[in-house]
């Protein structure tokens, strides 16, 4: 990383000196993250492990562990009771906790390794999970965890998942104006992997900074054409640079103006201050992970929920083929 890219890009950010101050310090000692879990079984009593108090916005279903516990090496976790994210991921995905439950279809453009179509399968609880993941070897990971946190496999007789393996342009030809939440967990400059011990090379590099806003407009704008009319596209990063976040945003907003950003009332603090509509940061300084963005839109054109064709499904699915 380039602690003078770092710099700059602080400089332009806050204008308040301690800040500031307290963003760098996050890169030069970063603090330990605590594992967090998502439970896919009901938690047992007694818990197996220490718990963090929680956050306001925290999902029922989810725990941050006391540093120094390790979920993944329980006996639990191959038996798909959890699955291991970090807490940054929950708070990009809970504007989830605002939309309404048992929806028809939800679709998770960028999907592997998996963790937020699980919040979506657990919160929302929709008759249809289409997870999708470009990359073929990232697909066979995210179809793994599927069926060892037991999402079932979807027929029309059963609720469940199917896996595909679509770029998104052809997704939004397959399956038009289907969806009541389209999740976009966005490839990124990845900028915040750098606190989870990571090499990012290049991260605050205008030039890697404008190749991933230029991905993300290309897959948000497919994405839009998946929403049906009401329905909701939720875009996310794990990265702090804003010509992606804010600027894939407002991208959206001017050529797709049917979209809305919808305030979401339990991430009122976490408002971004480089944003002039409802957008959330959350920033490593603030303790509670390595960082992430999320913005919640709502598509705001009439007309009816296009219907998902079976056949269609079955052509692209992924489920039992990895
Ligand atoms: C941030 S990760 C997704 C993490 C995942 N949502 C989760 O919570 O576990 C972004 C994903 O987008 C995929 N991706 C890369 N290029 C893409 C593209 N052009 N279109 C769609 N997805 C892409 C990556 O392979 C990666 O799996």
Same mark, same amino acid.
């Given at each position: 990383?380039?602690?003078?890219?770092?710099?700059?890009?602080?400089?332009?950010?806050?204008s308040? =000196?301690? &800040?500031?101050e307290? #963003?760098?310090?996050?890169?030069?000692?970063?603090?330990?993250?605590?594992?967090?879990i998502?439970?896919?079984?009901?938690?047992?009593d007694?818990h197996p492990?220490?718990?963090e108090p929680?956050?306001?916005?925290q999902?029922k !279903?989810?725990?941050r562990?006391s540093?120094? &516990?390790?979920?993944?090496?329980?006996?639990?976790?191959?038996?798909?009771?959890?699955?291991?994210?970090?807490?940054?991921s929950?708070?990009?995905?809970?504007p989830l /906790?605002t939309?309404?439950?048992?929806v028809?279809?939800?679709?998770?453009?960028?999907?592997?390794?998996?963790?937020?179509?699980?919040?979506?399968?657990q919160?929302?609880?929709?008759?249809?999970?289409?997870?999708?993941e470009?990359?073929?070897?990232?697909?066979?990971t995210?179809?793994?965890?599927?069926?060892?946190?037991?999402?079932?496999? #979807?027929?029309?007789?059963?609720?469940?998942?199917?896996?595909?393996?679509?770029?998104?342009?052809?997704l939004?030809? +397959?399956?038009p104006?289907?969806a009541?939440?389209?999740l976009?967990d966005?490839?990124?400059?990845?900028q915040?992997? /750098? /606190?989870?011990?990571?090499?990012?090379?290049?991260?605050?590099?205008?030039?890697?900074?404008?190749?991933?806003?230029?991905? *993300?407009k !290309?897959?948000?704008?497919n994405a839009?054409? =998946?929403?049906?009319?009401?329905g +909701?596209?939720? +875009?996310?990063?794990?990265?702090?640079?804003?010509? &992606?976040?804010?600027?894939?945003?407002?991208? =959206?907003?001017?050529? +797709?103006p049917? @979209?809305?950003?919808?305030e979401?009332?339990h991430?009122?603090?976490?408002q971004?201050?480089?944003?002039?509509?409802?957008c959330?940061?959350?920033?490593p %300084?603030?303790? /509670?992970?390595?960082?992430?963005?999320?913005a =919640? @839109? %709502?598509?705001r054109?009439?007309?009816? %929920?296009?219907?998902?064709s079976?056949?269609?499904? *079955? &052509?692209?699915?992924? @489920? #039992?083929r990895?």
């Amino acid at each position: 990383m380039s602690a003078k890219l770092l710099k700059k890009f602080s400089d332009r950010c806050f204008s308040n =000196l301690e &800040e500031k101050e307290r #963003f760098l310090a996050s890169f030069n000692s970063p603090a330990p993250l605590h594992p967090c879990i998502l439970w896919c079984d009901d938690p047992p009593d007694p818990h197996p492990f220490a718990i963090e108090p929680r956050e306001p916005w925290q999902p029922k !279903r989810v725990d941050r562990l006391s540093i120094g &516990e390790q979920p993944g090496k329980h006996p639990a976790h191959q038996r798909g009771a959890y699955y291991c994210l970090d807490f940054s991921s929950v708070f990009a995905a809970s504007p989830l /906790l605002t939309l309404p439950e048992n929806v028809k279809v939800a679709i998770d453009v960028c999907a592997a390794p998996g963790g937020k179509s699980l919040l979506a399968w657990q919160l929302l609880h929709p008759q249809l999970l289409l997870s999708n993941e470009v990359v073929g070897k990232r697909l066979g990971t995210l179809v793994a965890n599927l069926k060892r946190c037991q999402v079932s496999h #979807f027929s029309p007789e059963e609720r469940g998942a199917i896996a595909t393996q679509l770029d998104p342009q052809r997704l939004a030809e +397959y399956f038009p104006e289907s969806a009541d939440i389209v999740l976009v967990d966005a490839p990124c400059s990845g900028q915040s992997l /750098l /606190l989870k011990g990571k090499k990012v090379p290049g991260c605050f590099h205008p030039v890697t900074l404008n190749r991933n806003a230029n991905r *993300q407009k !290309r897959i948000i704008g497919n994405a839009a054409r =998946l929403v049906a009319p009401g329905g +909701y596209l939720l +875009y996310m990063t794990c990265t702090y640079s804003v010509p &992606e976040n804010e600027g894939v945003c407002q991208w =959206l907003q001017k050529h +797709y103006p049917q @979209f809305q950003p919808i305030e979401v009332a339990h991430l009122g603090a976490y408002q971004s201050h480089l944003g002039q509509f409802p957008c959330y940061r959350l920033w490593p %300084q603030q303790g /509670l992970g390595a960082g992430a963005f999320t913005a =919640l @839109f %709502q598509n705001r054109s009439s007309g009816q %929920q296009s219907a998902i064709s079976w056949e269609m499904l *079955q &052509e692209c699915d992924r @489920f #039992f083929r990895e």
